[in-house]
């Protein structure tokens, strides 16, 4: 029998590319859909059927009720919002736990992981990365320590190996001279998230992959964050701290590179970032806020203004290159209908160099742009290519020869039908 492959799904720029949206929409092509980076700083929003639900540790494929959903063992995750995520899809009918494995592999973000996250924050000062507050550096920085808990813990004599490590973060914290919070409430949940996730599967979901593919199945990897903040490759260290890229979903999942299939890259019509951070299209105008305005620009996590832009060719080239992605996914088209004039970033310049390769230091360079005639055409209610305005299909096309790569799915709006395959 032919080994089944792992395709991947991942956000080539700053995130909020709509992953959740399109791995949904995916879903039914695959068996298994398996999350390998990141945790709850991801927010990633499905909606279908006038129903919207922003998920964050739990894969895009829980909606369709046959297929397995693999928490892999390159996440962190926090028991207390896992709780929440998950009583909420329980509350809405869907069954879980016979279809959410968890990697007795991935890490746990202990309360005092987010108190630090906070505390290393303030000691950054005007450096702050502009964390999403969810524990993340700190989770991660700890599993490379060789300090930290993971999901296995939680079987054998876990209340000791909490209190162990939380005494050790209490330290660290009187150490950073942050001693100004208090996780009385927080801990009565997170502890109550632990004893909820008993209740699920903990398994060696690498095994169970593995298993799947020699069996012929495929899986879906869901890309958390995005290229450009990536531990490696992103705007170090405006950046998380996991492998966002296609090898995170290698190390992420327990998968080997010869497993990878197609390399699905998703952006933006246009680009956002939230958080601090270089990032050369940003838009300080009234053209930044229209794009925000009408894209609805606000982090799903934080609830944090979106810094826009137009398209950045640079990061894309980047992106394409470090992942290997074999197809692009547009996103969000619609949000540019009203505009007249769409740019594009096709290199940075700084003191009179002109770079089209992304440049080691981000910081300080502007953006050289392109300017291409808008389509001016409301796009939500188009559902095949061929009905396309003819400024907008000559946009993507544009792209197309820029990239290199076909873009093989358009999407016109945030609904599951405003999906068009190319
Ligand atoms: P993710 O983190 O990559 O899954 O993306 P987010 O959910 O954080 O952000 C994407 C936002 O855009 C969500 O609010 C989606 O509902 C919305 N969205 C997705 N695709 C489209 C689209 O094609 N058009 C519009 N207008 N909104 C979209
Ligand atoms: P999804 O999966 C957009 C950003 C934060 C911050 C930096 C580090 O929804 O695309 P962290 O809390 O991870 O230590 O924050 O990364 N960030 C995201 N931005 N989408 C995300 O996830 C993000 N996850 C983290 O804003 O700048
Ligand atoms: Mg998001």
Redesign the pocket.
């Given at each position: 029998m032919e080994r089944g492959k792992v395709d991947a799904l991942l956000?080539i720029v700053f995130?909020?590319?709509?992953?959740?949206?399109v791995v949904d929409v995916f879903t039914p092509k695959y068996d298994v859909v398996a999350r390998f980076a990141g945790g709850p700083n991801?927010?990633?929003?499905i909606?279908f059927e006038g129903k919207k639900f922003?998920l964050r540790s739990i894969p895009s494929g829980i909606f369709d009720e046959g297929k397995l959903n693999i928490i892999g063992n390159g996440c962190v995750i926090a028991p207390d919002l896992f709780m929440a995520e998950a009583k909420e899809l329980e509350t809405a009918g869907y069954d879980l736990r016979s279809r959410l494995h968890i990697s007795k592999r991935a890490h746990l973000i202990l309360p005092t992981h987010r108190v630090l996250d906070r505390a290393y924050e303030a000691a950054k000062g005007k450096s702050k990365v502009g964390t999403t507050g969810k524990g993340i550096g700190p989770t991660y920085s700890e599993k490379a320590a060789r300090t930290s808990l993971r999901v296995g813990d939680i079987l054998e004599n876990f209340q000791a190996k909490y209190e162990a490590l939380k005494a050790r973060h209490e330290q660290m914290l009187r150490d950073l001279n942050y001693t100004d919070y208090d996780i009385t409430e927080e801990e009565k949940l997170w502890l109550e998230g632990i004893e909820y996730m008993r209740t699920f599967p903990l398994t060696d979901t690498e095994i169970e992959i593995n298993k799947y593919l020699r069996e012929g199945k495929n899986v879906l990897a869901e890309g958390a964050q995005g290229t450009m903040l990536d531990i490696d490759h992103g705007t170090y260290p405006y950046v998380s701290s996991s492998s966002t890229i296609c090898g995170g979903v290698c190390t992420g999942l327990g998968v080997a590179p010869l497993s990878i299939g197609e390399v699905f890259g998703?952006f933006k019509a246009y680009s956002t970032r939230v958080g601090a951070g270089p990032f050369p299209v940003e838009l300080f105008d009234e053209t930044g806020d229209k794009i925000r305005e009408i894209?609805?620009e606000y982090g799903?996590v934080t609830g944090r203004n979106r810094r826009c832009g137009w398209v950045d060719l640079v990061a894309l080239k980047y992106a394409i290159m470090i992942n290997g992605v074999t197809q692009l996914i547009m996103?969000?088209?619609?949000?540019l209908d009203t505009f007249e004039t769409i740019r594009v970033c096709v290199a940075y310049e700084k003191d009179g160099v002109t770079t089209t390769d992304m440049p080691y230091e981000t910081e300080g360079w502007k953006a050289v742009y392109k300017d291409l005639p808008g389509w001016q055409t409301d796009l939500t209610g188009i559902t095949r290519k061929e009905d396309f305005p003819e400024a907008f299909a000559s946009y993507i096309k544009y792209l197309e020869k820029e990239l290199e790569t076909p873009i093989t799915i358009v999407?016109?709006?945030?609904d599951r039908a405003?999906t068009i395959e190319m």
């Open positions: 956000g995130g909020d590319e709509g992953k959740g949206k991801a927010g990633h929003t909606i922003v998703i894209g609805h799903a996103m969000k088209g619609d949000v999407s016109v709006g945030p405003q």
